[in-house]
């Protein structure tokens, strides 16, 4: 939750500043959102053999290592981890293989 937190905190305080472009966000969602799909397909090959609950474990310990620049520069880990969490809280994402089916 304080990774959220902060990460809402930044986008406001870097956005009045100018040093944050809106569209700079939605390149940086489509980023992350590409690369959970393939942590994702990449364990479904690997770990299909895990329960579910295990898989999902593993996607999200797998999505917190992910480093992704910002306008090409290198953001704290913590912004990364909230907005892995928002896209989540935005059912965009998920941890659990069948997230979309739990949720409904």
């Known amino acids: 939750m ?7 905190s930044n986008k406001t305080k870097w956005g009045a500043e100018g040093t944050l472009l809106p569209q ?4 940086w969602d489509a980023n992350l ?3 959970h799909a393939a942590i994702c397909d990449g364990f479904e090959a690997t770990l299909g053999h895990l329960d579910e609950v295990k898989r999902g474990a593993a996607i999200y ?3 917190r290592k ?3 620049a ?12 909230g ?7 935005d059912r965009q994402i998920g941890w659990h293989p069948n997230f979309k089916d739990l949720l409904d």
């Open 2 to 8: 304080s990774d959220y937190l902060r990460t809402v």
């Open 24 to 27: 700079s966000l939605d390149e």
């Open 33 to 35: 959102l590409s690369r």
């Open 61 to 63: 310990a797998e999505c």
């Open 66 to 68: 992910l480093s992704v």
């Open 70 to 81: 910002l306008q090409g520069k290198t953001v704290p880990d913590h912004f990364t981890h």
């Open 83 to 89: 907005c892995l969490n928002e896209l989540s809280d």
